[in-house]
C-alpha cells in the first residue's frame, strides 16, 4: 500500500490516530484504505462484543440454551420454599394457643 502523496510503502499504525494507518515517510493519514475498511467491518459493537463468535448455528443453539435456563429459572422461582428440618415443638406448646 504505497502513500499517495509521496509514494511511500511505509506504513504504520499512529497510536494518536487510534491506530490508523500513516505514511512512516510524511506522516499523512491514509485514510479509506483497504486495511482501514476491513479493521472498521470486523469491529463488533454494543454487547455482541461480550459474546464469542460463533456460526449461526451454534449461536441458534445458545440462544435456545439461554431460553430454557431462564424458564427453568422463573419454575425455581414460583416454588413454595420447604424448610429443610421440621420444626421441634414449642416447649411452651403451640404459638398460636391462648394463654390460660
Same mark, same amino acid.
Not at 440454551?65 to 424458564?71: N, Q, S, T
Not at 420447604?82 to 420444626?87: A, D, E, I, L, M
Given at each position: 500500500m504505497a502513500c499517495p502523496s509521496c509514494g511511500?510503502?511505509?506504513v504504520r499504525a499512529d497510536r494518536s490516530l487510534a491506530g490508523r494507518m500513516v505514511c512512516g515517510r510524511c506522516g499523512r493519514p491514509l485514510?479509506?484504505?483497504?486495511? +482501514?475498511? +476491513?479493521q472498521h467491518r470486523r469491529r463488533r459493537r454494543g454487547w455482541m462484543r461480550l459474546l464469542p463468535r460463533l456460526p449461526r448455528?451454534?449461536?441458534s443453539r445458545r440462544w435456545w440454551?439461554?431460553?430454557? $435456563? $431462564?424458564?427453568i429459572s422463573a419454575l425455581l422461582a414460583t416454588l413454595p420454599e420447604?424448610?429443610?428440618?421440621?420444626?421441634a415443638p414449642s416447649p411452651i406448646g403451640t404459638p398460636d394457643a391462648p394463654l390460660f
Open positions: 511511500s510503502w511505509a485514510t479509506g484504505t483497504v486495511v +482501514e475498511l +476491513e448455528r451454534n449461536l440454551a439461554l431460553i430454557a $435456563l $431462564l424458564a420447604q424448610p429443610s428440618r421440621p420444626r
